[in-house]
T-cell receptor, first 114, second 111 residues
Framework: AQSVTQLGSHVSVSEGALVLLRCNYS??????LFWYVQYPNQGLQLLLK??????LVKGINGFEAEFKKSETSFHLTKPSAHMSDAAEYFC????????????FGTGTSLTVIP | NAGVTQTPKFQVLKTGQSMTLQCAQD?????MSWYRQDPGMGLRLIHY???????DQGEVPNGYNVSRSTTEDFPLRLLSAAPSQTSVYFC??????????FGPGTRLTVL
């Protein structure tokens, strides 16, 4: 079975500071990993995904994440936070190309302080 | 493309009432799913479908029914609404490249 743990339900950073949102997963098969962002009263939008290949993946809005198999982690980073980054972020895992179900973490709410 | 659409956006029900949440996608995706989102619990899978005529249960299926008569539509039925079903419901469809596309959500309140 798959599961996702997001450390820190609330993260606050100053504008211009590094954003680091943590995600650890468990999976019995090679995982596909995703980060989604949710702005207030909206649906989820894909930020980036890892399926195969390069372990450092770049997404929209300057975000990137690195798949570290040895640490079972897929942390999301952005070098410099912007006010518009304030949102809820969800990490998700699926069972690779053999699976259809997605498993989501409980989310991390990011606050950007001016 | 309209992507994934959901109706209604808001709904208030009384305990025991039934209703159907509508979901449609125009991307010809085979896989569709329903999630509920509750504070502090992330998204939990209710039901999913891998193609027309095929559905299966997710993590929290009790109290919900689904059917998939066409590739485009995947309605979610609440048979007898309960206050515990107060939530935000998201429909999603998945492309062949494994990216899930989400609808805008339906905010349901059961009194």
């Amino acid at each position: 079975a798959q599961s996702v743990t997001q450390l820190g339900s609330h993260v606050s950073v100053s504008e211009g500071a590094l954003v680091l949102l943590r995600c650890n997963y468990s999976s019995s098969v090679p995982p596909y990993l995703f980060w989604y962002v949710q702005y207030p009263n909206q649906g989820l939008q894909l930020l980036l995904k890892y399926t195969t290949g390069a372990t450092l993946v770049k997404g929209i809005n300057g975000f990137e994440a690195e798949f570290k198999k040895s640490e079972t982690s897929f942390h999301l980073t952005k070098p410099s936070a912007h006010m518009s980054d304030a949102a809820e972020y969800f990490c998700a895992v699926s069972e690779g190309y053999t699976g259809n179900q997605f498993y989501f973490g409980t989310g991390t709410s990011l606050t950007v302080i001016p | 493309n309209a992507g994934v659409t959901q109706t209604p956006k808001f709904q208030v029900l009384k305990t025991g009432q039934s209703m159907t949440l509508q979901c449609a996608q125009d991307m010809n995706h085979e896989y569709m799913s329903w999630y509920r989102q509750d504070p502090g619990m992330g998204l939990r899978l209710i039901h999913y479908s891998v193609g027309a005529g095929i559905t299966d249960q997710g993590e929290v299926p009790n109290g919900y029914n689904v059917s998939r008569s066409t590739t485009e539509d995947f309605p979610l039925r609440l048979l007898s609404a309960a206050p515990s079903q107060t939530s935000v419901y998201f429909c999603a469809s998945k492309s062949s490249t494994d990216t899930q596309y989400f609808g805008p959500g339906t905010r349901l309140t059961v009194l």
